[in-house]
């Protein structure tokens, strides 16, 4: 068969296989593993809704007729998780707005403009990218207690911001290289400041890039553990996987499976909506390569 | 240039500044409260001499190997599987990812429950199975601890891997394949030749993730087993060192000889990473 052939039969070819029993094999395959990835989460939430005495049996002890809110009940009233969820969302919301801020504009500056020391700049952004928060936690403990920054949200913004910083600037360089030139110098000719191009001009472009800045920034803060476990002291300051922490271990040798299970949900909920209702940028920027640790 | 300050500013405050700081500290018998005394390379003498550090390094390093090859191998085939955009890929591949977006410290605290001996659904699955007929206390023994933890990792990062590759695997030009089909090449032919080769960098990449993820290893080990010593990492060493023991001191030294073997590993990151970012 000739070349042309090939390229012209492929159409048809390829229309066939899609329903043929390759089709199905992938179909069956790609179901199971779906299933694999689903059901244990989808577990932990129908748990969450079983009476009390259920909560902390196997699956075969599962009763879908009986379902309650008793467990989120008793975590918000005994368990004060409010304050905790409250905390969480600040500091998850709070390294968010702060990492699209400074990622933009270090990313605008990085992307459209050469200056002196810029080589220097973008050196050390790549440091900081190597240097896990893990292995300046001592230091950055004393340095934070320092400043009156432990047991506080705002210091914890401020270093999750830091840690963040490496993948969103790389994303808003990225995202600022691919806005034409001519687009900013017609923005300057027509008299517009550095931040009234930024808001009005280039804001419909660098959208995608800012929203996937933002959801890495939340999703980490929101789940991060051990900087919160650190740095947070007191129970009112507490972001919920710490809280979720102190439930399993703070009852000497029984767990509140009540408690821990809805409170797993609560700390679940917000990522699954979030990445859902933005996955298009968030997997469009994790999927171009731009994670770099 | 008072665009990149901000930026500059917070790697300044809490990265570069608490690196310089973490050697002098790392000099010291800096306790939690109370004054510190400078003992020179005293802590580093004894880091090199103490069994619990190095039954720590060893095991970071077991867990390390254990999970790195099952992660990819899941993940490349994840990508496999959804490469050629069939009907419905886009769904599987979102809920391929769904774990890794729930984040390790929530899963970790979903198998605290489910790996109980009598309620969790672990056992009680695997007993259905006919996998395992007596009940199990996961967390306790090393062995099944370890077991346990690392088909959890798997199951948590898998995704990850499979995003990257997919993001590899949508730069290689459609013609390659199809030239390859011209020639009759076969399927394991072209994987060899054409997908691998040109793979290579997102292989590199999604290889050092996971690598330098296993290797800073807290949240599955700390919530999952926290009591079990054998399976204590360096992360988990560090902080129960620095903030159990109040040995600040102590536990920068170590920290530091962390920054060594991430710096490692991150050089070969940079060096593979380094032409697609033109610097």
Known sequence: MSAA????????????????????????????????????????????????????????????????????????????????????????????????????????????????????????????????????????????????????????????????????????????????????????????????????????????????????????????????????????????????????????????????????????????????????????????????? | MVLVSPACALIAAFVLFPLAFAVYISLTDWPLIGPYHYIGLANYRELFSDPQFRHAVVFTFTYTAIVTAPIFLVGYGLALLLRSNRPGAKIFRTIYFLPFVVGLTTISFMFVIELQPNSGSVDWLLSRLHLASSTQAWTVTHDSALLAISVIVVWFASGLTMLILTGGMQGIPRELYEAADVDGASWLKKELRITLPLLRRSIALSLIISVIGSFLAFNQFFILAQNNVSLETVVEWIYQTGFSSYRLGYATAMALFLVVIIGIVSMGQFLVLRDETEL
Not at chain 1, 28 to 46: E, G, I, K, N, R
Not at chain 1, 112 to 119: A, C, D, V
Not at chain 1, 152 to 174: A, Q
Request: overall charge positive; aromatic content about 12%; proline content about 4%.
């Open chain 1, 5 to 293: 052939g090939a390229t012209a039969a492929r159409p048809v070819a390829r229309h066939r296989r899609a329903r043929g029993p390759a089709f199905w094999a992938y179909l069956f395959v790609a179901t199971a593993l779906a299933l694999v990835f689903v059901v244990p989460l989808a577990w932990a939430v129908a748990r969450s809704f079983q009476p009390s005495t259920l909560a902390s049996q196997h699956p075969q002890g599962a009763d879908f007729t009986h379902l309650t809110i008793a467990n989120y009940r008793a975590v918000f009233a005994q368990e004060h998780i409010t304050r905790n969820v409250i905390n969480s969302l600040i500091a998850a919301i709070g390294t968010a707005v702060l990492s699209m801020v400074v990622c933009t504009m270090a990313g605008y500056g990085l992307a459209k403009f050469r200056f002196r020391g810029s080589g220097i700049v973008f050196a050390s952004i790549l440091l900081a990218l190597m240097i896990p928060f893990q292995a300046v936690l001592t230091p950055l403990f004393i340095e934070l207690n320092y400043l009156h920054l432990t047991n506080s949200l705002l210091g914890l913004v401020l270093v999750y911001t830091t840690f963040s910083l490496p993948f969103g600037v790389f994303v808003m360089r990225n995202t600022f290289q691919q806005v034409p030139a001519e687009l900013i110098e017609s923005a300057e000719v027509d008299g517009a400041g550095v931040v009234n191009t930024l808001l009005r001009v280039l804001r419909p472009l660098i959208l995608p890039g800012l929203a996937t800045t933002a959801i890495y920034a939340f999703l980490y803060s929101w789940t991060e553990f051990l900087q919160a476990l650190t740095f947070l002291e007191t129970d009112g300051k507490l972001t919920l996987p710490v809280k979720l922490f102190d439930i399993e271990t703070s009852t000497y040798g029984t767990i509140n499976y009540g408690y821990l299970s809805s409170g797993i949900v609560i700390a679940m909920v917000p990522c699954i909506v979030l990445y859902l209702s933005l996955q298009r940028y968030y997997v469009q920027g994790l999927m171009s390569g731009a994670v770099k640790g």
